[in-house]
């Protein structure tokens, strides 16, 4: 079936989780992927694609408030009313079982592009079992003290407008903030990639680039703080295959700097297997980038390399 048609996996009542996928016909391995912010699934086919001829069956779910999952409680720019960093967690949990469930004995990979990347993180830190190894890419941890700073602000916000409402400062200090970076910049999106048919095709996209709202950011940051929180990293396994990547002119992750502090971070904290690759020419959608195809050359490499060494969970 085509990696466009939308399937649906109940989680309560009425609800469910829309997903897309791409399967293999010699399957070593899984691949279950989480959208980055104002983006969803249907923008992975190209890799999805090259992941299942290569191997490796590969689901994208549409995060809560993002794509098709529309819901009251989770309107565009929304996960959920109350506690949505946690419901958006639960929602990969539900998936990543399901996944076990038709492959079962496979290993299982979480990847995870920009605040994709912060929710798997998230996830390996309260179900690091779940899952045989991890990528993270292009994404920004921030820092305890700006990220405790903007969740002061987000707080104060909510209290005057709302939670469903758009952050009237945080698309000031992140996207445009990201846009003025970029030099001869030709639209505001630029900083996504130096392709400009892939930006072209962002732009065009009525499922893109809309602000997100304040209890999405404060969700946001809430997962940020948790990430960068050391004594949180008892529960994951310190043996767990790490991938992180970024690119060199990616504003969003500071020229890349921010993802060699994780790594440097997740080092310092023991973690025994992690893959660094900072692409020089690179900005922030490392997937829709001019060398695309080396990126994910390198992507199936790593996953070659690693997973005779994972400790397959089962």
């Not at 104060?156 to 003025?180: C, H, I, N, Q, Y």
């Not at 404060?218 to 050391?230: E, G, L, P, S, V």
């Not at 690119?247 to 502090?261: E, F, I, K, L």
């Amino acid at each position: 079936m085509a990696f466009q048609s939308i399937h649906h996996l109940p989680v309560s009542g009425s609800a469910s989780i829309p997903f897309r996928r791409a399967l293999s016909s010699e399957p070593k391995a899984a691949v279950q992927i989480l959208h980055g912010l104002a983006e969803y699934s249907g923008r992975y086919e190209r890799f999805a694609s090259a992941l299942s001829k290569n191997g490796y069956h590969t689901y994208v779910q549409d995060l809560r408030g993002h794509g098709t999952n529309i819901t009251a409680d989770a309107p565009q720019g929304c996960f959920a009313a109350q506690k949505g960093n946690e419901r958006v967690i639960s929602d990969v949990l539900v998936l990543n079982q399901h996944i076990r469930q038709q492959h079962f004995g496979l290993p299982l990979v979480l990847f995870g592009h920009s605040m994709g990347g912060l929710i798997a993180f998230n996830f390996a830190l309260a179900h690091s079992a779940a899952i045989d190894a991890l990528a993270v890419w292009n994404t920004n941890f921030g820092s305890s003290i700006e990220n405790s700073l903007a969740l002061a602000y987000l707080y104060s916000e909510r209290m005057l407008k709302g939670s469903d409402v758009p952050s009237t400062l945080l698309p000031r200090l992140t996207f445009r903030a990201w846009s003025a970076e970029i030099k001869d910049q030709q639209t505001q999106f630029d900083w996504l990639s130096r392709d400009s048919a892939a930006v072209a095709a962002y732009i065009a996209d009525p499922l893109c680039g809309f602000d997100a709202s304040v209890g999405l950011w404060i969700d946001i940051f809430k997962m940020m703080n948790r990430a960068k929180a050391k004594s949180n990293y008892s529960s994951m396994k310190k043996q767990l295959p790490i991938n992180l990547v970024g690119g060199g002119q990616d504003p969003a992750t500071n020229g890349g700097m921010a993802v060699r502090n994780f790594a440097s971070e997740l080092s310092s904290a023991g973690f025994k297997n992690i893959s660094t690759m900072i692409y020089d020419q690179n900005r922030h959608e490392s997937l829709h980038e001019l060398n695309y195809e080396k990126v994910t050359k390198n992507f199936l490499e790593w996953l070659e390399d690693m997973l005779p060494s994972a400790p397959f969970s089962g």
